[in-house]
T-cell receptor, first 112, second 109 residues
Framework: DAGVIQSPRHEVTEMGQEVTLRCKPISGHNSLFWYRQTMMRGLELLIYFNNNVPIDDSGMPEDRFSAKMPNASFSTLKIQPSEPRDSAVYFC??????????FGPGTRLLVL | SQQGEEDPQALSIQEGENATMNCSYKTSINNLQWYRQNSGRGLVHLILIRSNEREKHSGRLRVTLDTSKKSSSLLITASRAADTASYFCATDAGNDMRFGAGTRLTVKP
């Protein structure tokens, strides 16, 4: 298995632009997680899905952030409009239930 | 919000020495996991210990769990320069998993 796949690996954009991050979980996993990591705030859980249904989105910073999981093999995290304070590394992880999470390589986002 | 808190925040040791990192948490848990993150990479799962277990081993790793004190420790024996990374504990309290802020371990050759 290729593991969790995220794209793009790096994204540089200007403030106000829409940013879409993509994630392909490991086949057979039924839970998917989106995290954000910064030096100041550490690793923050943004949202997680179970069987494609959002279970807990309390970590989503504000309405500018939205996440979807249209099927078991694909999820997106969208930021619209983006702001400089959104600059961070965004990780996607998948798991079977609440067991071991397998992390993707992350998307490093820089909003100028 | 974070559930686990690692201690110390940073640890620097010589190759061959043992490294001990601690994690404290606040609520009852189903299991506790330790992850490792190399700079610029995603987290990698190291070991999982369930709430009814007290100690677990995996290679050079030894994890203990004290549910009465709501704490866990990760011991890395005979450390190597390649063990240099950040180590996170994560607690599963039901609906999701929460990560601590991590311990930055530096192993000097």
């Amino acid at each position: 298995d290729a593991g969790v796949i995220q794209s793009p690996r790096h994204e540089v954009t200007e403030m106000g632009q829409e940013v879409t991050l993509r994630c392909k979980p490991i086949s057979g996993h039924n839970s998917l997680f989106w995290y954000r990591q910064t030096m100041m705030r550490g690793l923050e859980l943004l949202i997680y899905f179970n069987n494609n249904v959002p279970i807990d989105d309390s970590g989503m910073p504000e309405d500018r952030f939205s996440a979807k999981m249209p099927n078991a093999s694909f999820s997106t995290l969208k930021i619209q409009p983006s702001e400089p304070r959104d600059s961070a590394v965004y990780f996607c992880a998948s798991s079977w239930g609440q067991e071991t999470q397998y992390f993707g390589p992350g998307t490093r986002l820089l909003v100028l | 919000s974070q559930q686990g808190e690692e201690d110390p925040q940073a640890l620097s040791i010589q190759e061959g020495e043992n490294a001990t990192m601690n994690c404290s948490y606040k609520t009852s848990i189903n299991n506790l996991q330790w992850y490792r993150q190399n700079s610029g990479r995603g987290l990698v799962h190291l070991i999982l210990i369930r709430s009814n277990e007290r100690e677990k081993h995996s290679g050079r790793l030894r994890v203990t769990l004290d549910t009465s004190k709501k704490s866990s420790s990760l011991l890395i024996t005979a450390s190597r320069a390649a063990d240099t990374a950040s180590y996170f504990c994560a607690t599963d309290a039901g609906n999701d998993m929460r990560f601590g802020a991590g311990t930055r371990l530096t192993v000097k050759p």
